[in-house]
């Protein structure tokens, strides 16, 4: 099938990251550089939604079913992240795993706090991660004005990057006891309206989906989304951990449903199984709502971009109208290898799989992903090794 997408040219992303690296330094003085280079954006390895970009440290909207608080952060002090936006996409192009441009890494704002508590904040660094190019998307809770939404809808038009807007609705009639501290639905739903109305694409994200909870409402909620000017949703799991378990029981929910789905309930985040995922996801379809396994996708569909993750290969790939297919919307194998040497990633490619030699950073495998459009295996003792190490 003919690709309607630019084709990736792989070593162009590598240069294209020298240059702005260098181009950034010389606008830091050296104990900003050095703050940016501590800091955890430059070696924190891009999950399968990309290279998640923290704007707040904490988070006030105390959501019942939240999973911060098992990651070291807090319900209360809520704090801008320290870094200035300049230093901060310094720390990023000094990320091994990371590349720039629209065909280059996913960034992901929004995954351990609410981005916009603070709005000037999250504006400054959206306006500057902007100018690398990439594939933005931000989820929120945050009550998105016209105003905010007209700003954000600029900062994508100015500097020709996509920006993709998750509005996070999982409860309409428990909002109340899941989510009392977060603007209610219904301020969210205006929130879709707000963004479609500037010009931008809002998702739905309809996760965590929690058995026993909040499963009857599925249905009410596309439609609400829907009518306030979603175009998809993205369908997502439930993960708890002992703590989450005690805190929807100590609101008085009834979380039998959940236990009897998991074998372990301890410290760590486990996924509890969710076959009622594909009922949702079916009854989006019918009310023409795009829908999405992953967000990288859709991120990749609102950037016209092949998904960075590989989702088409061996990921969750829902096949929407972004259409990502092999071989068409992979690179050559030749540049890929040529371009992995420079980044000393020794690999085999075979038709849509590559295989890794070696591991020489953590997170290699994702921009190994990245570069090639394909899936990756690494040869175990080598991320065995790389793990090891960085323990
Ligand atoms: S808004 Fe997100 S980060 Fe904040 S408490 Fe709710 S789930 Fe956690
Ligand atoms: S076509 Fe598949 S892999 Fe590509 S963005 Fe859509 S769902 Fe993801």
Redesign the pocket.
Known sequence: MKSNKEKINPMELIIKKSELFSMYGEELTDSEKERALRDFHARRPPRWCGLTVHVTIN?P???AY?Y?EDMGFK?DGPRPYPLSSKELVYAILSNPCFLPSRHGTLIAIGA???PFIFPSKALEYLRELAKLGNPIQFST?QYISKNLAEKIASIAIEYNTPISPLITIITMQKYDIL?RF?PPPEKRLDSIKNLRDAGLKPVLFLRPLIPGINLDEIEDILEAAKDSGAVGVVIGGFRVTRRIINRLESLGLNTVLIKERLKIIDEKQRNVPLPEKKIAMNKAKKKGLITWASTCCANSWNANVPCPSACFIDGPCTKCPNFCSYPADTPNASEVIKALQELNINAKIKGPRVLMLNYPFKGADMLVRNISRRSVKVVKKFKRSISLASN
């Open positions: 988070c909207f105390q959501c939240c911060i319900f351990v706090s609410e809770k989510e977060a």
